[in-house]
């Protein structure tokens, strides 16, 4: 038996050796921590042997971008993990933008052979209690099917989605065919009626997929489809799904509603009645529920997303609360769950993050790493890593606007994990004696709950990602906004920018929003003719405002660099081309910013 991984006592106990699990592994090992991964199959990434069913994936796999930087490429590779390893990238793998899911197999293996990963597989788990014993720093008991006993201080759950998400309120249910066990096979269908049961992607995948040879697909779901070119969260219906919407808005026998499926009755000559339920508050005479019995189907596909904890392999002492009526684990700002010590990891990270990509492999990872370092810090002591900068403004400036421009984790986890400046105070004149911290990827949550930062420094700046379209009035979606932004002002930025907010003594002073870039890059021009220090010196004055570094030093922040330029850029409609215009009171309002506003 290879006693790197036999049954004993560990630090960190991984239970799954999916993407979540690996990457987890890595970080363990490159920081020297006793660890083993618990997985039930004879190989990493076992879940995407047969999921998705279909076997494409819809993370983006984009190998070739404009810039050389490592961390600028990873924003646009969703599959690689996290490793000083540069032959170990996902885009290494396969050609396709949407590659196969056998390729994500394929580079799991590579990942946890290469790197020496320390798993034990064909290893499930049975039972997780609380330890019992006398030996100290030991919080959790795993006995395994076999009767392996593992005991750890730290229990990492990685198990990414256990189970279907089946609607247990449906009657009749047992007649339903799954996303995980109905026939992928297309021509299975061909001439038949085919209800589908969902609104995500596995709902919409299995649509895409049957609809060139059913005879009619109906699409049922619980709510208004939410789209994640409009919502900005990767795990809402994408486009690369949604032909189905098409064939339905282009009269091609698809529907898609917003009905509530109650019942199943199976006939004698095998098909399968349905009775569904909606809320007509739109009807004139009279509102209220109205139920109704569309004509039969052929096949009944429940495709209503997954289960991401099994409380099943918990004791009654040792299971974690839940959210979403189970779907998720409730978790802390650090993804501790209710049982002190235990995390969850990968997947079901999404709990805590709906509008970046915490469900994905290009999300999770940056959490992931992020876990380990406060990890570090809170069971071995060692301090979350920090960037120690001089107290000047080009040093604080040119290290924020890098970040900005190539960092990958801010691009990524948008809005989520953020970084931070801590600014201790100092004597007028006297910078040279501090030191500015820069801390990286902390969730923004955290950072504003636990105060940590606003205790030790006197001014606090936290930098980050965001989309602008919610600050439109009225709020605008993504594709309302096809125009340049506003160049001059810097106030109608709809696109992903970047936001910085000063605290001092703990309180919020004021917001400071830089202008859009077409490649998201803030340290490039964004057009050839624009004054190129702008986005830096916004920045600066911002600095100058409060640190009083520069006494009375103004640095231009006209875009063209002179407002006369600027005047000449742009040229006034005609009286013929306003009357082409349309009222300009119908084109959407940017609100002004200012110190009023509180932080989102």
């Known amino acids: 038996m290879d006693s790197k991984n036999s049954p004993g006592t560990y630090q960190y106990v991984i239970v799954g050796a999916g993407p979540a699990g690996l990457q987890m592994g890595y970080f363990l090992k490159r920081a020297g921590r006793k660890y083993v991964i618990l997985e039930a199959s004879d190989v990493p990434g076992s879940f995407f042997r047969t999921n998705p069913v279909h076997r494409t994936l819809i993370s983006i796999n984009k190998r070739f971008n404009p810039f050389p930087e490592h961390e600028y490429n990873m924003r646009h590779d969703w599959n690689s993990l996290l ?6 990238l996902f885009t290494k793998y396969s050609k396709e933008l949407f590659p196969s899911a056998d390729d994500l197999v394929r580079y799991a293996k590579d990942f946890a ?22 030996e100290a720093n030991v919080n959790f008991t795993i006995t395994t099917t076999e009767g392996a006993v593992y005991k750890s201080q730290v229990l990492l759950i990685a198990t990414g989605a256990v189970s279907e998400r089946i609607p247990e309120e449906i009657k009749g249910k047992e007649h339903m065919e799954t996303y995980g066990t109905h026939d992928v096979n297309p021509e299975k269908y061909e001439g038949k009626n085919v209800l589908i049961i969902g609104n995500g992607n596995s709902a919409f995948e299995t649509a895409n997929n049957l609809a060139g040879h059913a005879s009619l697909v109906h699409m049922f779901g619980d709510r208004k489809l939410k789209y994640a070119w409009e919502t900005h969260f990767v795990g809402d219906l994408r486009a690369v799904n949604n032909n189905i919407l098409d064939m339905y808005q282009l009269k091609s026998l698809a529907v898609y509603a917003a009905l509530l499926l109650q019942s199943i009755e199976k006939t004698p000559d095998g098909k399968y009645l349905v009775v569904l339920k909606d809320a007509v508050v739109h009807w004139k005479e009279k509102q209220g529920y109205f139920y109704l019995r569309p004509p039969p189907y052929d096949h009944v596909i429940c495709c209503t997303g997954f289960n991401y904890v099994d409380l099943s392999m918990f004791a009654e002492d040792c299971k974690p609360d839940t959210m979403a009526d189970g779907k998720f684990p409730k978790l802390s700002n650090t993804w501790e769950s209710s049982i002190p010590n235990m995390y969850f ?6 709990c805590n993050d709906r509008k970046a990509a915490s ?30 900068v001089d107290v000047t403004l080009d040093a604080i400036t040119n290290r924020m606007i890098a970040r900005l421009s190539v960092g990958d984790s801010i691009y990524q986890m948008n809005d989520f994990l953020v970084h931070v400046v801590g600014i201790p105070d100092f004597e007028p004149g006297k910078a040279d004696t501090v030191k500015a911290d820069f801390y990286e990827d902390l969730p923004k949550p955290y950072v504003l709950e636990s105060g940590r930062f606003f205790k030790k420094y006197k001014h606090v700046l936290i930098f980050k990602l965001v989309y602008g379209f919610e600050d439109f009035h009225p709020p605008a979606h993504s594709n309302d906004y096809v125009h340049a932004p ?24 004021k917001q400071l929003i830089l ?13 050839m003719d624009q004054n190129p220090e702008i986005q830096f010196n916004l920045l600066k004055n911002f600095l100058n405002n409060f640190l009083n570094l520069e006494p009375g030093v ?19 409609f005609s009286e013929e081309d306003q009357k082409r215009i349309p009222d300009l009171s119908k084109f959407h309002a940017c609100a002004p910013y200012g110190t009023e506003l509180l932080p989102p």
């Open 554 to 572: 103004h640095y231009n922040v006209e875009f063209f660099g002179s407002r006369e330029i600027f005047e000449q850029k742009v040229t006034p």
């Open 345 to 350: 990891i990968g997947t079901s990270m999404q």
């Open 113 to 134: 052979t290469k790197l020496k990963i320390n798993i034990k597989y064909n290893t499930r788990v049975k039972e997780i209690t609380k330890y019992k014993g006398d």
């Open 486 to 509: 506003d160049f001059q002002s810097g106030d109608c930025q709809a696109f992903l920018h970047p936001r910085v907010h000063h605290y001092k003594d703990g309180e919020f002073q």
């Open 83 to 88: 490793s000083d390893d540069r032959d170990l």
């Open 515 to 527: 202008h859009e870039s077409f490649v998201l890059r803030f340290d490039l021009p964004t057009v």
């Open 359 to 388: 469900g994905f492999i290009h999300g999770f990872r940056y959490n992931i790493r992020t876990l380990s370092n406060l990890l570090e810090e809170k069971y071995d002591d060692v301090p979350y890593p920090r960037v120690p």
